[in-house]
Each structure stands twice: as structure tokens, then as C-alpha cells.
């Protein structure tokens, strides 16, 4: 069993070179969210905008406003590194 699940993978990851021949396959666990603080302050930063643009604007598709939250702190990101260059 366990060798036609290493067949398995082994298939799977030259069929997905082979459909993507640039990528790299990176091997490890990923990093949980919670152990990198300033990644979970960003993410709850950006879902509490999106609740507030939600709500002000009366809507219910978070995809909708994702854009303008994206502006509004990249713009802010801008002007704070213009103001640090003067």
C-alpha cells in the first residue's frame, strides 16, 4: 500500500513539472499564521476593514470591497514612505 502511494506521488509530481516546467516544488511544513505575529496583525487588520467597508456600504460581498481595502493600505504604506524620504 504504502509503495502505490509513493507511485502515486512520484506521478503526480512529474505530471506537475511537466505541466509547469518553472516551478519549484518546496519541501517542509508551512508556518502556522499564529506563530508569525505581524502576518495575524496584518490579517486582522484587513478582515476588520473589510467588516467596516462591508457594513458601510451595506453589502455582503467581501470580494467587492477587498479592492478597496487593498488601496486604502497601500496608499497609506505610500504616503508613510514619501514622509520618511523628505
Given at each position: ?6 507511485l502515486f506521488h ?45 457594513n458601510d456600504n ?19 504604506a505610500s504616503i ?7
Amino acid at each position: 500500500m504504502y509503495y502505490f502511494i509513493l507511485l502515486f506521488h512520484s506521478q503526480l509530481i512529474d505530471r506537475l513539472v511537466k505541466l509547469w516546467p518553472y516551478s519549484n516544488i518546496v519541501h517542509g511544513k508551512p508556518c502556522h499564521s499564529q506563530t508569525q505575529g505581524s502576518v495575524e496583525r496584518a490579517n486582522q487588520d484587513v478582515e476588520c476593514k473589510l467588516v467596516c467597508w462591508m457594513n458601510d456600504n451595506k453589502s455582503e460581498k467581501w470580494s467587492t470591497a477587498l479592492k478597496y481595502v487593498q488601496y486604502a493600505r497601500n496608499r497609506c504604506a505610500s504616503i508613510i514612505i514619501a514622509n520618511k524620504n523628505k
